[in-house]
């Protein structure tokens, strides 16, 4: 009687495993694994988000950022077409809520010139929001 051999060997379970770690690895350092040491592990200019899984959360707060200075500078033009052309001397005249008014990702204010109406974002990498 032949008796045939059923299953995983401890050997190709084990290669399994590896090339699930090594998977792992590359997904979790593979912004900056193979680049010349000392260089910038991170493409955002203020350094968060090393790993892959952070540089998406921290593009998905610079969404965020934008998506909050649009709805402030919509907020604005709407409370100056009701006084007469004037803009408000502060951002809290608008009446949005309060996490509209300053950067998701470093927490900063965000920067209003009544003068204007022009709002920008002070974090380092969104001056062109």
Known sequence: MRHSQRGNTLAATLVVVLLMMMLAV??????????????????????????????????????????NLSQVRSALQIVAMANEDQFPTN????????EFYFCPVGKET???????????????????Y
Do not use: I, W
């Open 26 to 67: 590359a997904l979790m350092f593979g912004s900056g694994m193979f680049a010349k040491p000392g260089a910038q592990k991170s493409g955002r200019p203020d350094g968060l988000g090393k790993t892959v899984p952070g540089m998406v959360k921290y593009a998905a707060k610079d969404d965020v950022c934008r998506s």
């Open 91 to 98: 951002l809290k005249e608008t009446k949005l809520p309060a």
């Open 110 to 128: 965000y920067t209003y010139d009544p003068a204007t109406g022009q709002v920008n974002c002070p974090h380092l990498g969104h001056e062109k």
